[in-house]
């Protein structure tokens, strides 16, 4: 069935991605069981299939061999490898979409254009012990010494460090006209003085590892600053409003699945001689979720369409904060009530509800928690006003 507001590209690319996550949840259970892995052979063969079905690298442009989807269309894939628990869905790698506009063409041929092949990939050393939320409290620095730049600094929760070959390191500089801003660097896991201080474990049991990594004395030449001195930030803050809008779209798919499975146990579930379901109390979570579902796919869809369209990008911020805020807290509703639905057996690992019950926690607190995100649509609420934001003239 057609439906309005979807091109015939948009469905097919949503099926195409559907296929593959129905390929990746067999493999949940193992993963649970196996500290998040899965044999290699068969997490190579899902990352070839999500190459082969044109689904990673999504994000960048075709010139560079990627997929150059429009916003709707990812947000549409997001949905779909957010049906899965344990990390399978990130088998599509959608590398760093801001950087091919601000790279050097050595920079893009070096790091990215493998990152689209999917050969080598990134990941983010920006928080500090020190430094969570408060990103400009960073304590990390950047020195130009000639031709090059000494890196020193401590990062934690450096997410898919043991799997990533190079690390975007954000540093504050010391001396030059720029003391004191912020510069973004491409730095090769292997360059000396980047030492893996420890990885610690977290509450989901995912392959990819959140390292503590010190990076004592590390020199790279000046050709690995990314734009200009001064401009870290910038991109920080481009890849925060992609992220947390693909995080609303993976709370939307993690809640389909969980009111798509809680539903069917509630209709199979037997007790008191009748189904679950028929116990208003069971009827009434089930309700619930659906609704969280609906209103967070509702945000999560419109703004990527005006994102598409081509909304100012203060709005875009603001309402990135809003999807993000919303579907995770009602992704977060919808999981407990699954495992409430499925009782003892939702508080087992190899159910998915207990299993999203866990990973969708962090959706509250990485790419900023909802306390930021929070903050952000307060302030952009205070500077432009409901019918901005929200309304008739935050479209374009
Ligand atoms: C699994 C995981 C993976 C991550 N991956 C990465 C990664 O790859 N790279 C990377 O650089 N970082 C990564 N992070 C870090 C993540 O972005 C931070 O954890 C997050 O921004 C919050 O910072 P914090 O943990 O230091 O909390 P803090 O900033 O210390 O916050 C603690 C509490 O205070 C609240 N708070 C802070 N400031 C305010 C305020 N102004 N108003 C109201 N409340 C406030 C917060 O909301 C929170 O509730 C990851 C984190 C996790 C858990």
Request: aromatic residues 8%; glycine residues 10%; proline residues 4%.
């Amino acid at each position: 069935m057609a439906t309005p507001g979807w091109s015939e590209e948009d469905r097919e690319i949503q099926e195409r991605a559907r296929r593959l996550v129905d390929e990746l949840v067999p493999w949940e259970v193992h993963a649970e069981e196996h500290e998040g892995r899965i044999p290699d052979d068969v997490r190579e063969g899902h990352r070839a299939k999500a190459r082969e079905l044109g689904l990673s690298a999504m994000n960048m442009p075709k010139d560079l061999g990627g997929g150059g989807f429009t916003m709707f269309q990812q947000v549409l894939v997001s949905e779909q490898t957010g049906r899965v628990t344990n990390a399978l869905g990130w088998c599509v790698h959608t590398p760093p979409a801001w950087a091919p506009s601000v790279c050097t063409p050595g920079q893009i041929e070096r790091w990215i254009v493998p990152a689209v092949r999917g050969e080598r990939h990134e990941c983010y050393a920006i928080t500090e012990e020190g430094a969570g939320s408060d990103v400009d409290a960073i304590e990390s620095t950047a020195r130009r010494v000639g031709e090059d730049y000494l890196l020193n600094g401590t990062k934690m929760h450096v997410t898919s460090y043991n799997t990533a070959a190079w690390i975007f390191f954000q540093a504050k500089l010391v001396g030059g006209n720029h003391e004191g801003e912020h510069a973004l660097f491409f730095v090769d896991k292997d360059t000396p003085g980047v030492r893996l201080l420890r990885e610690p474990r977290y509450s989901h049991t995912y392959p990819d590892t959140h390292a503590i990594v010190a990076f004592e004395d590390v020199r790279v030449p000046a050709s690995h600053l990314i734009g200009a001195e001064g401009d870290g930030m910038s991109f920080t803050h481009e890849w925060f409003r992609y992220e947390r809008l693909m995080i609303a779209a993976r709370c939307c798919g993690a809640m389909d699945r969980l009111v798509n499975e809680a539903t069917a146990f509630a209709k199979e579930r037997v007790q008191f001689g009748k189904p679950i379901v028929e116990f208003q109390a069971i009827g009434h979570m089930l309700a619930d979720s659906l609704n969280d579902l609906w209103a967070s796919r509702l945000m999560t869809y419109e703004l990527a369409r005006g994102i598409d369209a081509g909304i100012d990008v203060k709005i875009q911020h603001a309402r990135c904060s809003m999807a993000k805020l919303f579907a995770s807290e009602a992704a977060g509703r919808v999981a407990d009530r699954a495992v409430q639905i499925f009782g003892g057996r939702g508080y087992m690992r190899e159910n998915v509800a207990e299993r999203f019950f866990r990973e969708l926690r962090v959706d509250r607190i990485w790419e900023g928690t909802s306390e930021i995100q929070r903050n952000i649509v307060a302030d952009q609420l205070a500077k432009r006003g409901v019918s901005n934001l929200i309304g008739e003239r935050g479209t374009p």
